[in-house]
C-alpha cells in the first residue's frame, strides 16, 4: 500500500525523491541540511536552510498518523522473494523491528537468507531504512519547498544522531558509513533493495560520484543535538552542564561543557552514560513489579481453591493496596535510574570537573526527550538532589526542560521537544565546533561525604 503522502506526490507529478536537483542547470547555490534521528521507537527528520530564508526549518511529514505526522515508527517492511523495502506496509512485507538497539548491538549479524541467496545482515536493514528516509524527504521538499529552492543548486548535507556513549571511533565510522550507504542506496536507480544495500561497501559510499560530499555527511551525539537552541539563545550559560535524554528504550545521561561564545558555539562532552533505562522500559518494568505485587498480595491460586473463604464484601477491596512511596524506592528499576545518572554526577564532581563553576552557582540540568514526563526519572532527579544538599549545602541543581520552540521552525502538531533533537541536527556540522571528549581529570581532595551517599543505591550493575 502506497502512503498517502507518496500518493499525492505522484498525483502532483513533482520531481522524483531519487533525485537530488530541482534542475542540473541551476548554478548558485544553496545548502540544504537533512537532520536525522533514528530514535529506537521513532525517527524524526528535520531540513534546514542555514543560509537562506533566514534559518528556515521543516519537520518532514512521513508519520502513519494524522496526529503524529512528524513521527515515523522506526521499523521496515521487507519482502524475502524481491528484497524491495518500505517505511510503509505493502503486500506480502514482513516487518523489522528495534532497529536502532539491534544495529548497535550487533550490525552484521545475518537476519535472513533472500530467495536469491543473499544474506542480509542488521545493517543492511539499517540502510534501507534511512535510504527510504531520505528518499521520501526529497520528495517532500521537491514537491512542497519548489518556490524557495528551485531555482538554487543544492548542496546537501546529513547529520546522522548517535547515543552518546557511542560517539568513539568504532561506532562514529560504522554510523558514518551507513548514513553515506543510505544516501547513495537513496539515490541509486536500482531500487531500495536489501540486495543493493549489502552491495554497498564502505569504499564504494567514499566513491566520487556521489551526489553528497562525504564531508557534508556527519554524525553528532543526539544529546548535543538537543541543547544546540539553548547554546545559540540569550539564556545560555558557560560552562558545565548536565543532559538526560529520557527516550524509549535508552536513558542518555551526558555532562558537557559550553564553551565561551567565539563566533561558534563549542560543546565537548565529558561524561557520558547509555543504560537501557528508557520510558517504555520503565512502563514493561513497572507493570512486571505491580503483576507480582499483586499476586503475592492476594494470593490468587489459593483463593480460587478455597470455598470456605470469606469473600470481599465490597469491589474496591479487590483493588491492590500498595504503597506508591514504597513501591517506587524499592523497585529495582527506579534503582538502576537513580546509579545510571547518581554516578555521571558524582564523577564530574569528583574526577572530571571539581573544579567547574556550576557546582558553586547551580548545575543545570536538562530533563529532555518523549519519556520526560514519566514521573519516575523526575522523582530521581528530586532525590538524587536532596541527597546532594544533605551531604553538602552548597551544591544546587537547577533542572530546567528545553521545550522552547526556535523562531522560523515549522513543525506544528507535535509537541517541540519530541523534534528537539531532530532541529537540533539539522544544523550544520561547524555549529557544533568540536565535540570530541576532552576529559580534564584535575586532581582535588575528594569530600568523602558526598562521594560515600551514592553507594548505598547500588546494589546490581546495570547490564
Ligand atoms: N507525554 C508523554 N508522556 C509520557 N511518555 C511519553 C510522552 N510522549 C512520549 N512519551 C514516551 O516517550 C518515548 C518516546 O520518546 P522519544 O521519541 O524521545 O524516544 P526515541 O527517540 O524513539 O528513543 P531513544 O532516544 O531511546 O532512541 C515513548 O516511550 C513514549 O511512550
Ligand atoms: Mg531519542
Keep these: 500500500m502506497m502512503s498517502s503522502i507518496s500518493a499525492n506526490l505522484l498525483k502532483k507529478g513533482v520531481i522524483s525523491g531519487s533525485d537530488t536537483q530541482f534542475s542540473i542547470a541551476n ?3 544553496c545548502d540544504l541540511v537533512i537532520g536525522l534521528d533514528l530514535g529506537t521507537s521513532c525517527t524524526k527528520v528535520v531540513v534546514q536552510s542555514p543560509y537562506r530564508h533566514s534559518g528556515w526549518s521543516h519537520a518532514i511529514p512521513l508519520g502513519l498518523h494524522v496526529k503524529e505526522i512528524y513521527l515515523i515508527p522506526t521499523q521496515l517492511f521487507y519482502d524475502v522473494l524481491s528484497g524491495k523495502t518500505d517505511i510503509v506496509e505493502f503486500p506480502q512485507a514482513k516487518r523489522f523491528q528495534n532497529l536502532k538497539l539491534r544495529f548497535i548491538d550487533k550490525p552484521n549479524q545475518i537476519v535472513c537468507n533472500l530467495a536469491d541467496g543473499h544474506s542480509v545482515c542488521i545493517r543492511d536493514f539499517s540502510i534501507c531504512i534511512i535510504a527510504n528516509i531520505l528518499l521520501k524527504t526529497r520528495e517532500w521538499i521537491f514537491a512542497n519547498c519548489s518556490d524557495m529552492f528551485r531555482q538554487y543548486k543544492i ?3 546529513l547529520n546522522m544522531g548517535i547515543p552518546s556513549s557511542n560517539f568513539q571511533k568504532k561506532y562514529f565510522n560504522l554510523y558514518r558509513a551507513i548514513a553515506l550507504a543510505g544516501w547513495n542506496l537513496s539515490t541509486s536507480s536500482n531500487g531500495i533493495t536489501l540486495q543493493n544495500a549489502s552491495l554497498c561497501h564502505l569504499d ?5 560520484n556521489s551526489s553528497i560530499h562525504p564531508d557534508l555527511v556527519n554524525i553528532i551525539p543526539e544529546v548535543t543535538a538537543e541543547v544546540v537552541n539553548y547554546a545559540r539563545s540569550e539564556s545560555r550559560n558557560s560552562g558545565l552542564h548536565v543532559i538526560i535524554d529520557v527516550g524509549a528504550s535508552t536513558l542518555d545521561v551526558a555532562g558537557f561543557e559550553l564553551y565561551e561564545r567565539t563566533g561558534k558555539d563549542n560543546y565537548s562532552l565529558i561524561e557520558t552514560r547509555v543504560r537501557r533505562l528508557g520510558a517504555y522500559r520503565c512502563h514493561l518494568a513497572r507493570l512486571k513489579a505491580m503483576r507480582r505485587r499483586i499476586l503475592q498480595g492476594y494470593a490468587v491460586d489459593e483463593l480460587f481453591s478455597d470455598p470456605s473463604y470469606r469473600v470481599n464484601q465490597r469491589l474496591e477491596e479487590y483493588l491492590p493496596k500498595i504503597d506508591l512511596v514504597d513501591f517506587n524506592q524499592n523497585f529495582q528499576f527506579y534503582r538502576k535510574v537513580r546509579q545510571c545518572i547518581g554516578n555521571v554526577i558524582k564523577s564530574l564532581h569528583n574526577e572530571s570537573d571539581p573544579l567547574a563553576k556550576a557546582w558553586e552557582t547551580g548545575l543545570p540540568i536538562f530533563l529532555c526527550g518523549g519519556g520526560q514526563f514519566v514521573d519516575l526519572y523526575q522523582s530521581v532527579l528530586n532525590d538524587i538532589k536532596a541527597d546532594w544538599q544533605k551531604n553538602s549545602r552548597r551544591i544546587n541543581f537547577k533542572i530546567t526542560r528545553l521545550d522552547q520552540k526556535p523562531a522560523n521552525f515549522h513543525g506544528d502538531g507535535v509537541e517541540f521537544h519530541r523534534l528537539a533533537v531532530a ?18 581529570k584535575r586532581v582535588i581532595e575528594i569530600n568523602k ?10 546494589r546490581k550493575e546495570d547490564t
Design 27 to 29: 548554478q548558485e547555490t
Design 155 to 157: 548542496i546537501w548535507h
Design 204 to 208: 564504494e559510499c567514499t566513491n566520487s
Design 423 to 440: 532541529h537540533g541536527l539539522s544544523f550544520p556540522k561547524e555549529e557544533f565546533g568540536d565535540i570530541w571528549p576532552k576529559p580534564k
Design 449 to 458: 561525604n558526598v562521594d560515600d551517599y551514592e553507594h548505598h543505591f547500588i
